[in-house]
């Protein structure tokens, strides 16, 4: 039998032995997620981050990355704060986890861009690279456009090209009113709004022009009696999360009955808010499509989404995009370095589930894509949204080479 | 511009009247046993909360009765078993200790019922529009919403001025040594009135929870504002609140609609607007944007010329 002494030296061979273990090649490659998993956007983040999640199960039960690596998403609550997500970040990056994404927000994807370009160029060995799934602010991809940042959602100039065409065949609109949230993203939406209107239909006015504080406004209706006071036969607005939600229910309240023209208003309870009386007047321009879902992959994988997450919709089919990149980028790259996988990531091409053929162009790290206007209705509807039988159907795909902007990046390459 | 003055004061009238709901209680507690309950808006919050899972068990309207009177209970709970233990320590442990009970409700509900916005709506009967000016409609349930605070603010007026229970609360509020003297059980009058102002905290939260969305954040969108409303009308004074109220909901949907700057207020007198020097964002700003610090900015006026709120008696 062994002795004491033989004992203790036993139990710490075998403790040491214990943590050396997790340092093998199973070792996951860990993504941090870094949203808003609290406040009034928090159920935009949770369930994007159930997306991720999702995405990277999927991933794994493919196979994983580098021969075997499973890929683990991991939520880091940002309160859609530019000041907690450099807090988050300081975490990640001390924590040794080397990709991050957001979506939610400009704001924050401005403060994080500057973070890690910053990081990256000052600590070659402690780099980060930065997937922005979600924040349109075109200056991102243009005069504030860095080398450790990829975009994966169509920005805002790109998304409001697509919209005012389609305004623009409506003969009859005449007065619009552009509402958003008042900060980065909602200014350039309203700008690229002024913009493309001016240039494609300029007898249409803009009989209103109002930013509003981002996830203060609870009751919409004085906004909304404004609207109808100004005559609007249209509403642009890019409002997302609660204050989609919210701008919705006041004009259901009070009755107003005129299309919007909108960028996130489906999933997240709005479909619900909106209801029957969206049919047909709500739209909204996004890069994937649910119905028809084209592929049987896509269907197949919405399906086994909603069977996992009932209450939940997939409403941010990009998510897909961005991790599915990702990962071929590490395999191409053979490492997770994020130098590596830049440099993969860099004119990427990738067909979705969906069929889209999309490109992640070299000039300013945007990924060119098809645009798609879709229509809130009740017929057709295979994936409907909020369990309400109402859903988004698939109206106009705009290819990805109309759908293109030019861009003025000056990449600085390391 | 008159169909924006008419909604506008409507939609103000109803969001006046929510606050002086919340804002009725706070002062209540504040007059009687000086303390500032900070876990207030958590009150208010927890009514919401707590009508949102009854009516999904049997209706929004047991939900209108029962969850004031469980917030009520909670309310007396935390004042005899928490506040009382730690009124001897003064104000500043009070203070402290309602701030913990704000945070722990807050964690508690996030606990429960999780993070998301909860799918709380108001009965299906007062699902239509009351009526229609000028093609706007104004909603049944915001009319329920304006019936129910201006009853409680009737209902308060005569319970405080025209009953015994009145007369003691009024009595215990300045001299409660002396009403204690008379065999009044003042501790339990506390209770009562630390409940009471709890109950009415609920009522505004299961009546709000369908219109501004029950989710954990409602605490602390309310919360700084409710106690603005106190400072303007006079720390302690009913009707103080009440014109507060009124006033802090009118400032608030009166701006949005607003969308004069600064550089009109030049243009108006004469001088070109400024459109490239450092203060240019400040100029070009439109009431509308800065509607949501108007109330602190009318809280700091306040402040500095009248310290005694509207209708207060007291210093702040």
Request: glycine share 8%.
């Given at each position: 039998m062994l002795n004491r002494r033989q004992f203790t030296r036993l139990a710490a061979a075998l403790a040491a032995g214990l943590v050396a273990l997790p340092t093998l090649a199973a070792d996951p490659v860990r993504v941090a997620f870094i949203d808003p998993l609290s406040g009034p956007f928090a159920s935009v983040g949770t369930y994007g981050l159930h997306q991720f999640q999702f995405t990277a199960e999927e991933i794994n039960k493919a196979g994983g990355v580098l021969g075997g690596r499973k890929l683990e998403v991991i939520g880091f609550d940002n309160k859609v704060s530019p000041k907690e997500s450099l807090i988050q970040l300081?975490?990640?990056?001390?924590?040794?986890?080397?990709?991050?994404v957001q979506g939610n927000s400009s704001g924050v994807a401005h403060a994080l861009i500057d973070a890690v370009t910053k990081q990256?160029?000052?600590n070659p060995d402690h780099r980060v690279l930065y997937l922005?799934?979600?924040?349109v602010d075109p200056a991102l991809t243009n005069e504030d456009c860095s080398y450790w940042h990829f975009r994966f959602d169509a920005n805002a100039d790109m998304k409001m090209n697509a919209?005012?065409?389609?305004?623009?065949?409506?003969?009859?609109?005449?007065?619009?009113?552009?509402?958003?949230?008042?900060?980065?993203?909602?200014?350039?939406v309203a700008a690229a709004a002024v913009r493309d209107l001016a240039s494609k239909r300029p007898d249409i006015q803009i009989v209103g022009n109002e930013l509003h504080p981002i996830g203060k406004v609870k009751d919409f209706s004085p906004y909304i009696a404004k609207i109808k006071a100004a005559g609007a036969q249209a509403v642009i607005t890019g409002n997302w999360g609660a204050d989609m939600l919210n701008l919705a229910k006041a004009a259901q309240d009070a009755g107003l009955e005129i299309p919007f023209y909108t960028y996130y208003a489906a999933g997240n309870g709005i479909t619900k808010a909106i209801g029957t009386g969206g049919i047909g007047k709500v739209r909204l321009v996004s890069e994937g499509t649910m119905n028809p879902p084209l592929t049987k992959a896509w269907s197949d994988e919405m399906k086994r989404f909603k069977a996992k997450y009932p209450d939940e919709d997939w409403t941010q089919p990009r998510v897909s995009n961005t991790l599915h990149m990702l990962a071929l980028a590490i395999n191409k790259a053979g490492s997770t370095e994020p130098a590596k996988v830049a440099a993969a990531l860099e004119g990427m091409h990738y067909t979705a589930l969906w069929g889209d053929k999309v490109t992640m162009r070299a000039s300013d790290h945007q990924l060119q894509m098809p645009?798609?206007?879709?229509?809130?209705t009740n017929k057709g509807i295979e994936f409907d949204l909020d369990n309400s039988g109402l859903g988004l159907l698939n109206e106009e795909t705009v290819s990805a080479e109309n759908a293109s902007t030019p861009t003025t990046c000056k990449m600085k390459r390391p | 511009m008159l169909e924006l003055t008419v909604f506008s004061l409507l939609n103000g009238l109803v969001y006046g009247?929510?606050?002086?709901?919340?804002?009725?209680?706070?002062?209540?507690?504040?007059?009687?046993?000086?303390?500032?309950?900070?876990a207030h808006a958590g009150l208010y919050m927890l009514g919401a909360y707590f009508a949102y899972s009854i009516s999904t068990k049997v209706g929004f309207w047991p939900g209108l009765v029962v969850a004031p009177v469980l917030v009520g209970v909670v309310g007396a709970l935390i004042e005899r078993y928490g506040l009382r233990n730690v009124h001897r320590y003064g104000h500043v442990a009070e203070l402290i200790f309602t701030f913990g009970i704000a945070f722990l409700i807050e964690e508690t509900v996030q606990l429960v019922w999780g993070k998301q916005t909860m799918d709380y709506h108001g009965p299906a009967m007062l699902d239509f529009p009351l009526f229609a000016l000028w093609g706007i409609e104004f909603p049944a349930y915001k009319a329920f919403m304006l019936a129910i605070s201006i009853g409680i603010f009737i209902a308060l007026l005569v319970v405080l001025t025209r009953t015994r229970v009145g007369l003691i609360i009024q009595a215990a509020i300045s001299h409660p040594n002396q009403v204690a003297m008379l065999g009044h059980n003042v501790p339990l009058v506390f209770t009562g009135v630390f409940g009471f102002g709890s109950a009415l905290a609920g009522l505004a939260g299961v009546i709000a929870g369908p219109e501004l969305g029950t989710s954990p954040g409602m605490a602390s969108v309310l919360g700084s504002i409710v106690f603005v409303v106190i400072v303007v009308g006079g720390l302690g004074s009913l009707w103080g609140a009440f014109l507060a109220s009124l006033l802090i909901g009118m400032l608030q949907t009166f701006a949005v609609a607003v969308d004069y700057s600064l550089n009109d207020l030049f243009a108006a007198i004469g001088i070109p607007p400024d459109k490239t020097g450092a203060l240019s964002d400040l100029y070009s700003a439109t009431l509308a944007q800065i509607g949501p610090i108007l109330p602190y900015l009318l809280m700091v006026v306040i402040l500095i010329f009248r310290p005694t709120g509207l209708l207060g008696k007291r210093e702040v």
């Open positions: 300081k975490r990640v990056i001390g924590d040794g986890i080397q990709f991050i990256d160029e000052r922005n799934y979600s924040a919209l005012t065409d389609v305004i623009a065949t409506n003969k009859n609109m005449k007065r619009i009113y552009i509402i958003g949230q008042d900060y980065s993203f909602g200014k350039a645009v798609r206007i879709q229509v809130q | 009247l929510l606050l002086f709901m919340l804002s009725a209680g706070l002062t209540l507690i504040f007059s009687m046993m000086g303390v500032l309950n900070f």
